[in-house]
């Protein structure tokens, strides 16, 4: 079975490694161009598209990186089902992988690519085949043409990624997301084309709410000093929440006198979980668009309504209904029984999720006890008081790994809550991703930096 894995996966397009280290220069330029593809990815139109395509899961599609109509429809979606299926597979021990040796990493990253080619082509076709995105003529060629389409730009995209990750800084899936909100919140604040008469920007209704130029302006004006604030507020508490850590002091043990701390994140997994949660939150949504037109309303009903003068499809009854949290101006001015649900529903699964996926990343992720001892060993420290020996140092960081872990998990899981109910100039829990990727994508820069000033500490930054 693992030989016949090897050998699908070996037929597959593959990005190879550069052969000699990259400049941080040469690795930003990689980075700008692969930003620059998924946009020009994001606005190719599907060819034979119904061109009243009913718009669909808006809420979510930024945590997907999707843009809906294009050749990245689904976006970042299939990829991270693969990921979050092989996930829990892995740790539930169904697909037994070692991954703290080199073999099981390497089969651990063919199961990687063999879920996310699975899903790529199965997402996409039922996508086109249940009728959620409809040909403009209704014939078999026509559905396959799209769903062509749909696996290309789905391919493509996953070699991005590929290149991000082994070219550039970071991973390729953060960086959409990155840009997916990045556009988001550039067109929710600024942008002056009207829908229905009336601004998309905030800031430009603001403006006009205070001549007089369109109606409740009181209102409009207070949800847009709202949202604005509540922008400003996710930034700053992201930023604080990357900044809390837990320092274990270490000496070096052949040289006395001489000591450092060893920093342990409370966000000990980063953004991982929260992308994860997220992304599987945005998916039961689409996979509910999917059965819903499929005959199969198991996760929910939809309905088609007027917004601004575009028909959008939006959840009536069922999950989906609650996966959606309302703002804050929402419960104001309209409260209504199913606000309180919706918040139940969606901060358990945001909760409940992060902590798992942050639980699943310490151990997936090669940042489990074991291999952070190994990584402190091998640069020659040792905590002070205590013997050398690997069971004892894996005995203390045990202590504070998996406790960090959860609570870190715990932490951007109600912050993306309550990110999403203050209603911010784009979906909260994508602003707050944002910051901890840019975040993340700094400490790299820095990194990437500090290695080339000083070849030496290269060997020491990697442990």
Same mark, same amino acid.
């Given at each position: 079975?693992?030989?016949?894995?090897s050998?699908?996966?070996?037929?597959?397009?593959?990005?190879?490694?550069?052969k000699?280290?990259l400049?941080?220069?040469?690795?930003?330029?990689?980075?700008?161009?692969?930003l620059?593809l998924?946009?020009?990815l994001?606005?190719?139109?599907?060819?034979?598209?119904?061109p009243q395509?009913?718009?669909?899961?808006?809420?979510?599609a930024?945590?997907?990186?999707a843009?809906?109509g294009?050749?990245?429809s689904?976006g970042?979606?299939?990829?991270?089902?693969?990921?979050i299926?092989?996930?829990?597979?892995?740790?539930a021990d169904?697909i037994?992988?070692?991954?703290?040796t080199?073999?099981?990493?390497?089969?651990f990253?063919?199961?990687?690519?063999?879920?996310t080619?699975?899903?790529i082509?199965?997402?996409?076709?039922?996508?086109?085949?249940?009728?959620a995105l409809?040909?403009?003529?209704?014939?078999?060629?026509?559905?396959?043409?799209l769903?062509?389409?749909?696996i290309?730009?789905?391919?493509?995209?996953?070699?991005?990624?590929?290149v991000?990750s082994?070219?550039? *800084?970071?991973?390729?899936i953060?960086?959409?997301i %990155?840009? +997916?909100v990045? @556009? !988001?919140?550039?067109? =929710?604040? /600024?942008?002056p084309?009207?829908?229905?008469?009336v601004?998309?920007?905030?800031i430009?209704?603001?403006?006009?709410a205070?001549?007089?130029y369109?109606p409740?302006a009181?209102?409009v004006?207070?949800?847009g000093?709202?949202?604005?604030?509540a922008?400003?507020?996710?930034?700053?508490a992201s930023?604080?929440?990357?900044s809390?850590?837990?320092?274990?002091?270490?000496?070096?043990?052949?040289?006395?006198?001489f000591s450092?701390?060893?920093?342990?994140?409370?966000?000990?997994t980063s953004?991982i979980?929260v992308?994860?949660?997220?992304?599987?939150?945005?998916?039961?949504?689409?996979?509910g668009?999917?059965?819903?037109h499929?005959?199969?309303p *198991?996760l929910?009903?939809y309905?088609?309504i007027? %917004?601004? +003068?575009v028909m @959008? !499809?939006?959840?009536k =009854?069922? /999950?989906v209904?609650?996966?959606?949290?309302?703002?804050?101006m929402?419960?104001?001015?309209a409260p209504?029984?199913d606000?309180?649900?919706?918040?139940?529903?969606y901060?358990?699964?945001?909760?409940?999720?992060?902590?798992?996926?942050?639980?699943?990343?310490?151990?997936?992720?090669?940042q489990?006890?074991?291999t952070?001892?190994d990584?402190?060993?091998a640069?020659?420290?040792?905590?002070?008081?205590?013997?050398?020996?690997?069971?004892?140092?894996?005995?203390v960081?045990?202590?504070?790994?998996?406790p960090?872990?959860?609570?870190?998990?715990?932490?951007?899981?109600?912050?993306?809550?309550a990110?999403?109910?203050?209603?911010?100039?784009?979906?909260?829990?994508?602003?707050?991703?944002?910051?901890?990727?840019?975040?993340s994508?700094?400490?790299?820069?820095i990194?990437?930096?500090?290695e080339?000033?000083h070849?030496?500490?290269?060997?020491?930054?990697?442990?």
């Amino acid at each position: 079975m693992s030989n016949l894995i090897s050998k699908i996966v070996s037929l597959v397009p593959e990005i190879e490694k550069p052969k000699v280290k990259l400049s941080l220069t040469e690795k930003l330029k990689w980075t700008l161009l692969v930003l620059v593809l998924y946009y020009i990815l994001s606005m190719i139109p599907l060819y034979g598209l119904h061109p009243q395509q009913v718009q669909r899961f808006e809420a979510l599609a930024v945590l997907l990186a999707a843009s809906f109509g294009s050749l990245l429809s689904l976006g970042i979606g299939p990829i991270v089902t693969g990921s979050i299926f092989l996930q829990l597979l892995v740790g539930a021990d169904i697909i037994k992988v070692d991954l703290k040796t080199r073999e099981g990493r390497k089969k651990f990253q063919e199961y990687q690519t063999l879920f996310t080619i699975f899903f790529i082509i199965f997402e996409n076709s039922i996508y086109v085949l249940s009728g959620a995105l409809m040909p403009a003529t209704p014939t078999l060629f026509n559905k396959l043409l799209l769903i062509f389409q749909l696996i290309l730009g789905g391919f493509i995209l996953m070699l991005l990624d590929e290149v991000s990750s082994k070219w550039g *800084i970071g991973s390729g899936i953060s960086l959409f997301i %990155v840009a +997916g909100v990045a @556009r !988001e919140i550039f067109v =929710s604040a /600024l942008s002056p084309i009207s829908a229905g008469g009336v601004s998309i920007g905030v800031i430009p209704r603001m403006i006009s709410a205070v001549f007089g130029y369109v109606p409740d302006a009181p209102d409009v004006i207070a949800f847009g000093i709202v949202s604005i604030c509540a922008t400003i507020l996710i930034f700053f508490a992201s930023t604080y929440l990357q900044s809390v850590r837990v320092e274990i002091p270490l000496s070096f043990g052949r040289v006395g006198g001489f000591s450092i701390k060893w920093p342990l994140n409370l966000l000990y997994t980063s953004n991982i979980p929260v992308i994860l949660t997220a992304s599987l939150i945005a998916s039961l949504e689409v996979w509910g668009v999917m059965l819903y037109h499929a005959g199969f309303p *198991i996760l929910g009903s939809y309905e088609v309504i007027n %917004v601004d +003068g575009v028909m @959008r !499809e939006v959840p009536k =009854s069922g /999950l989906v209904k609650y996966l959606n949290t309302p703002s804050i101006m929402e419960m104001v001015t309209a409260p209504q029984l199913d606000h309180l649900i919706s918040i139940l529903v969606y901060g358990s699964l945001m909760l409940i999720g992060a902590i798992i996926f942050s639980y699943l990343w310490v151990e997936i992720g090669g940042q489990d006890p074991e291999t952070v001892a190994d990584q402190i060993l091998a640069s020659g420290l040792l905590i002070p008081g205590f013997r050398s020996a690997k069971p004892v140092l894996v005995g203390v960081l045990r202590k504070y790994i998996y406790p960090l872990a959860i609570m870190g998990g715990l932490a951007v899981g109600l912050l993306a809550t309550a990110a999403d109910i203050l209603g911010a100039l784009s979906r909260g829990t994508g602003i707050l991703l944002s910051v901890m990727i840019l975040y993340s994508f700094y400490q790299q820069i820095i990194r990437y930096h500090v290695e080339e000033l000083h070849p030496s500490l290269r060997k020491f930054l990697k442990g």
